[in-house]
């Protein structure tokens, strides 16, 4: 968790950037994250120094990210230079080309870092840092950073992420941390020792989020303390307890992740996210996903089809696409341009058979009367399991939007008997557009309900559990769902108690307003009295 004198020091960097004139939030947190890949990839090279060096005594190291007559390049270099203007023109004329060209370089050198990483991450990476003294700063202050500990940085890069206040143009905004964590559990839940072979996917994944609570809670679910280790020269840990084997982690942070994004600021901020994160070889693809292109390229084929054994979204809501670039399998299942139901078909065809899904949707996604959402609602109960539909306030996406939404839970394929419907009216934050936190910072209030009785579900089996449906959680047979039109929307079902209220007669209430009035009267002559 990060600490209060560290949120300082970021709240103090993000300070030197406005008064630098560089206001744009998504702007800051990129042109931080160029900064912070820098000092991270020299660490990286000070560690395959060593590396070398113990094997290779009185060999000269050749490099992996910096040659020998590039080292004026490398982050330790760079600290101590005090000229202002020197380091400006180093970093935006040789930093940041150098840049482009690591993934082949580090190939080059032997070195397990695939290309499409860095290539991807700083494709067209442009240093809008104008200024000498802010640059100086803003490299004094990140050199100040717990970046060598591996649980501190992914909780400072989160701290930045917070700072997002606003929606992108496509309706892209950033989901809260807490009700991610929800829906990873939801999925996880009796799934921990399948979970570590899985691939898991996001089509739309923004600043990479799903993907990193995804890794937090398998790294919490399988790491004793005694597993976590220490480097003694970096400070780096790792998770390689008694729990799971090294090879399985290996697998899960290299090999797991695969995030989509058309965004390329987001795609930057993704891959540094994810990398803070301990997966160190984030697979983030620059592609829109509903595009003919997705399916059609070589380079994402495989990820197009049958691919995913989890999905976790939040794909934007607002907006239409053209309907010629979005590619026939989607519009050939729903016939329409709306993106929050093509990323729905989407995400189906992208699933392998028995993969689930757990996906926000805008509220109308549950109870539209267009052709098109009835003929998605009835594909996900028919030839689907839709296991639940979670709705949430419509203040828990607030700055960014006040719109109304839900969590779908589904598997591709299998049968749907019974859906589980529960109701989230508060999420331990307020819901305004401050979204400050009440009571205890782990209070998730109808959220801790929901993640405490899921296992009674247990996909269906505890149905019995979930009959009355004036509470907060209940269950809804299939063949009620198919006599409303596949209605989802949880007002549909939800039965609401109407106390009667008791009134007193008339005269009783008269003679009760008589007795007032003549206390009152006699307060008021007993005043008059005093004031002669």
Not at 215 to 233: C, K, N, W, Y
């Amino acid at each position: 968790m990060i600490t209060g004198q560290l949120r300082s020091k970021i709240d103090k960097l993000w300070e030197e950037f406005w008064t630098g004139g560089i206001t744009n939030p998504l702007t800051v947190i990129e042109q931080i994250s160029f900064l912070m890949f820098a000092r991270l990839l020299d660490m990286r090279e000070s560690t395959e120094e060593k590396k070398w060096s113990r094997k290779h005594k009185n060999k000269p190291f050749p490099g992996v990210y910096f040659s020998p007559d590039q080292q004026h390049l490398r982050w330790s270099q760079l600290r101590q230079e005090a000229d202002g203007e020197k380091i400006l023109k180093i970093v935006r004329d040789e930093v940041f080309p150098h840049f482009r060209h690591l993934g082949q370089q580090a190939d080059q050198a032997g070195a397990t870092v695939p290309q499409n990483t860095f290539n991807q991450y700083m494709k067209d990476a442009t240093l809008m840092i104008n200024k000498p003294t802010l640059l100086v700063s803003a490299i004094t202050m990140i050199d100040a950073l717990p970046l060598n500990q591996g649980d501190t940085k992914g909780d400072l890069y989160e701290y930045l992420l917070s700072k997002l206040t606003t929606a992108g143009i496509n309706g892209q905004f950033r989901t809260p941390r807490h009700i991610i964590r929800t829906m990873v559990d939801l999925v996880l839940e009796g799934n921990h020792e399948e979970a570590i072979s899985w691939t898991v996917g996001d089509p739309a994944c923004g600043t990479g989020g799903f993907l990193v609570e995804f890794m937090q809670a398998l790294r919490e679910h399988f790491t004793s303390p005694q597993g976590i280790h220490v480097d003694e020269e970096t400070g780096e840990k790792t998770y390689t307890g008694d729990l799971i084997e090294p090879a399985q982690w290996k697998h899960i942070k290299s090999e797991m992740y695969h995030g989509f994004d058309f965004d390329v600021t987001m795609l930057r901020i993704a891959a540094m996210n994810l990398m803070l994160h301990e997966i160190d070889t984030p697979d983030i693809n620059y592609q829109d996903t509903l595009s003919t292109n997705f399916t059609d390229r070589k380079e994402t084929q495989q990820w197009a089809e049958d691919a995913f054994d989890l999905i976790l979204a939040n794909p934007p809501f607002k907006g239409s696409l053209d309907e010629e670039d979005v590619h026939k399998t989607l519009t050939g299942k729903v016939k329409t341009k709306k993106t929050e139901l093509l990323f729905l078909v989407l995400m189906l065809r992208m699933l392998k058979l028995g993969g689930r899904c757990a996906v926000i949707v805008p509220d109308g996604v549950t109870f539209g009367s267009s052709k098109a959402h009835k003929m998605l609602r009835q594909m996900l109960v028919e030839e689907n399991q839709l296991e639940a539909i979670i709705k949430l306030p419509s203040g828990v996406f607030k700055p960014y939007a006040g719109v109304s939404t839900a969590i779908l839970l589904f598997t591709k394929g299998g049968q749907t008997d019974n859906v589980f419907f529960f109701d989230v009216q508060a999420d331990g934050r307020t819901l305004d557009d401050k979204r400050d936190k009440i009571g205890a910072a782990d209070d998730w209030q109808d959220l801790d309900v929901l993640r405490k009785i899921w296992p009674k579900w247990n996909g269906g089996a505890g149905k019995k559990h979930f009959q009355d449906r004036t509470a907060q959680a209940f269950c809804v047979p299939k063949k009620e769902l198919k006599e409303n039109a596949y209605d989802l929307s949880i007002n549909r079902y939800k039965e609401i108690v109407h106390e009667e209220e008791e009134y007193d007669p008339p005269k009783v209430i008269l003679t009760r307003l008589k007795k007032l009035e003549a206390e009152i009267a006699s307060d008021l002559e007993e005043l008059e009295a005093m004031l002669g």
